[in-house]
């Protein structure tokens, strides 16, 4: 075969292929029991064969990498359409908040309104979807391999993620000293 690049074959070959990214990022926000401007995010993303890589994969990756990595059971995780720019579809991971936040919650913080879920009940820890083709095309993929490729992308919290884990009510805990005033 002659190929006119080497990249897409090389790739090709290397299928399915997965690659993280750990690293600050910064937003412009207002920082709050659930907000900071400045944490820490995983980015994570594989490659595979169209057949193989789909919305189900992404759903079943990401429950096995809760489980796996931070113990979290699937029955705490919901999926909900979203919309970014690079992904389609794309979705937002909500976790069920450890205050048990419902209309048939005994939880005692229920009298209180939880301030890390703001009594809705669902943290927001991640977003992720499918890799849009236009992506492959701005990078470079030739049309034969990217007509045979798809891609999961995910964007994760980890402050939010660890406040789930270790029941914190106040993200901003990961860097200063209590107490707070929850809001
Ligand atoms: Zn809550």
Redesign the pocket.
Known sequence: MLATSLSPSFLAACLPLGFFNLGEVFRRDVESSSHLLQFNQLDLVILGKKESISSAFLFSFLKTFFLEVFGINEQKIVFRRSYFPFTRPSFEVDLK?????NLFSSHP?RQKR??????????EVAGCGMIRDVVFKKVGFNQPFREELSAIAVGLGIERVLSFVLKL?DIRLFYSSPPLDSN
């Open positions: 908040c450890f205050c048990g936040e913080l939880c301030s890390f879920c703001k009594g809705t009940g669902f943290i009510q």
